[in-house]
């Protein structure tokens, strides 16, 4: 599926790619619109759907992904919200291998998130995922979600890379459409970001539900 000789970057996904989503899924669908509830002394069937529709208007821009822009429009402390729950957070399977396999093959290994700082942290004090690559990116510095693609020029401002030989693994199709635009040659989608939720089915990029099937040679 992948030619290792032409790659000398890889970007990483964080959410979905390299730990599991279910922990984000779990949180905006149910657990908060169920604190939400509670904290606003609202009934929680009728608050729910209203809440999610206003949550998902926003979906692909950076608002979507601001832990301050949420705790503002809601009027509830997303962050501290997010530790109820952390125990959830974890890694995708065969991550941790994967991403071994990668440092040991000297290739320059960065995650690219566009996660929230706040979010970051949490998953990064959980998981120690920052030691397993050379950099993390977090594309709330540049003030364009990954969708844009002029995130990518910004990106290549602070962090050179060749993109005719970068892999890009995401499990966000319109993110991967971004990065195909810019250049970046080699991509690879993740079919089952939701260990919860049934895996996709995958048209116009190369898939994979396992790192396995995609480790660099020793």
């Known amino acids: 599926m992948l030619d290792?000789?032409?790659?000398?970057?890889?970007?990483?996904?964080?959410?979905?790619?390299?730990?599991?989503?279910?922990?984000?899924?779990?949180?905006?669908?149910?657990?908060?619109p169920r604190r939400y509830a509670e904290i606003h002394g609202l009934d929680p069937e009728e608050s729910r759907a209203p809440l999610i529709k206003r949550i998902m208007s926003e979906r692909g821009s950076l608002n979507w992904y601001c832990l301050d822009y949420w705790s503002e429009q809601l009027e509830v402390p997303i962050a501290e919200l997010k530790?109820?729950?952390a125990d959830r957070i974890g890694y995708r399977p065969g991550v941790e291998l994967f991403l071994e396999r990668l440092r040991a093959s000297g290739r320059r290994t960065l995650i690219v998130t566009n996660a929230h700082r706040d979010s970051?942290?949490?998953?990064?004090?959980?998981?120690?995922?920052?030691?397993?690559?050379?950099?993390?990116?977090?594309?709330?510095?540049?003030?364009?979600?990954?969708?844009?693609?002029?995130?990518?020029?910004?990106?290549q401002e602070v962090e050179p890379f060749n993109p005719q030989r970068t892999l890009f693994v995401d499990d966000s199709l319109p993110v991967l459409e971004s990065a195909r635009r810019f250049g970046i040659k080699h991509l690879l989608c993740i079919t089952t970001p939701d260990s919860q939720m049934p895996g996709r089915v995958i048209e116009g990029f190369d898939a994979t539900d396992d790192f396995s099937e995609?480790?660099?040679?020793?």
């Not at 000398?8 to 730990?19: I, K, Q």
């Not at 950099?135 to 709330?140: A, D, E, G, P």
């Not at 995609?214 to 020793?218: D, F």
């Open 4 to 32: 290792w000789q032409a790659v000398d970057t890889v970007m990483l996904d964080m959410d979905g790619t390299l730990l599991d989503l279910h922990f984000d899924s779990h949180f905006w669908l149910e657990f908060l």
């Open 83 to 85: 530790r109820e729950i």
């Open 214 to 218: 995609v480790m660099p040679p020793l």
């Open 120 to 155: 970051l942290n949490l998953k990064i004090e959980k998981t120690s995922i920052d030691q397993q690559v050379d950099r993390v990116i977090c594309s709330h510095d540049f003030g364009l979600p990954k969708e844009d693609v002029r995130f990518w020029a910004k990106l």
